[in-house]
């Protein structure tokens, strides 16, 4: 899919953001258990924009598709607890509802790992995936991701606890 591009945050994403932070139904995969005012996430793009990777140890990478001519903000892709001793981040992807199911999650993961390798010079990603997001599991194994250790009753949900899955990926 090369109508796909990462790219950095801006002003304008502001009510996508808004959005897909105070959506109920994807805190359970973000640890997310209040919601977000528009304030508070105008100030976290204000300072993402003057703080580097180096400083905050995350980053946001919005994901873009070109649709009928156009880009649309379809996803975004975090990089956090970005260790420079270790050479390692954990990544999390967020695809809109609209656009599951399309592999624009397996494309986006694919230019993170070459992004992270390439800019940051990272040698290891991870990532924590809820048990039954089989769709997020697949997106990440496509992309050379291993299971290498399940959390058990690791996360609490509205019908009891689930086990969540750390898959890994050795950058080459």
Known sequence: ??????????????????TWENDQSIWESSETHTPFSRYMLEQYIISAQSVDIQSSKQLRLMIDMKIDGKRVAVGCVDIFDYNTFHHRAGIGILISEAYRGKGIATVAISMVCNYCRQHLHLRSLYAN?????????????????QLVGIKKDWIHTDTGYCNECMVQKILE
């Open 1 to 18: 899919m090369r109508d796909i591009e990462l790219r950095a945050i801006e002003p304008d994403d502001i009510d996508i953001i808004y």
């Open 129 to 145: 995936i809820n048990q039954n997001n089989i769709a997020s599991i697949k997106a990440f194994e496509k992309n050379g991701f």
